[in-house]
T-cell receptor, first 110, second 113 residues
Framework: AQRVTQPEKLLSVFKGAPVELKCNYSYSGSPELFWYVQYSRQRLQLLLRHISRESIKGFTADLNKGETSFHLKKPFAQEEDSAMYYCALDSGAGSYQLTFGKGTKLSVIP | DAGITQSPRHKVTETGTPVTLRCHQTENHRYMYWYRQDPGHGLRLIHYSYGVKDTDKGEVSDGYSVSRSKTEDFLLTLESATSSQTSVYFC????????????FGSGTQLSVL
């Protein structure tokens, strides 16, 4: 069975400092991984997916199959980045079922 | 946007009562999902649907049932609510072709007293 682990419940950084939100996964096949974000009082929304290899709002994430990781990074944190971040893995069963990690709350200190 | 709405937005109920949450979409998406969000647990899949009258269980389906009698509506029912079902419930649809992603509703805050 697949599993997604986000080891940090809460991560606090100062504005302008680099950010790294960790995500590790266990999965026997070829994973498809995502980062979702939930800002205060808003719905969850897709931040980025590894297939797209894009940068959204300055965030990037690289899939490392050797370390089974998909860490989310941003070189300079902004106050508006404060939110709940969820890493998610696609089961690949054809029904697009996402398995989510428990989430990391990012707090950017002014 | 996918045009997805959840109702009610908030509900307080008593243990043992039945509760039905509704998810409505306007764009004819085939796949619909119900998740619950709890501190320390993240989001966990309850049930999902891959078409009218086609549903399947997710990770935490015990105590929940679903129905999808038409494409636009996906109902989640707690037959006899328990305090452990106090949670925020999110509906989601699968959106896009070739660039699929889940689009979430705004959530329903359910409190079972």
């Amino acid at each position: 069975a697949q599993r997604v682990t986000q080891p940090e419940k809460l991560l606090s950084v100062f504005k302008g400092a680099p950010v790294e939100l960790k995500c590790n996964y266990s999965y026997s096949g070829s994973p498809e991984l995502f980062w979702y974000v939930q800002y205060s009082r808003q719905r969850l929304q897709l931040l980025l997916r590894h297939i797209s290899r894009e940068s959204i709002k300055g965030f990037t994430a690289d899939l490392n199959k050797g370390e089974t990781s998909f860490h989310l990074k941003k070189p300079f944190a902004q106050e508006e980045d404060s939110a709940m971040y969820y890493c998610a893995l696609d089961s690949g069963a054809g029904s697009y079922q996402l398995t989510f990690g428990k989430g990391t709350k990012l707090s950017v200190i002014p | 946007d996918a045009g997805i709405t959840q109702s009610p937005r908030h509900k307080v109920t008593e243990t043992g009562t039945p509760v039905t949450l509704r998810c409505h979409q306007t764009e004819n998406h085939r796949y619909m999902y119900w998740y619950r969000q709890d501190p320390g647990h993240g989001l966990r899949l309850i049930h999902y649907s891959y078409g009218v009258k086609d549903t399947d269980k997710g990770e935490v389906s015990d105590g929940y049932s679903v129905s999808r009698s038409k494409t636009e509506d996906f109902l989640l029912t707690l037959e006899s609510a328990t305090s452990s079902q106090t949670s925020v419930y999110f509906c989601a649809i699968r959106e896009g072709q070739g660039n699929e992603k889940l689009f979430f509703g705004s959530g329903t805050q359910l409190s079972v007293l």
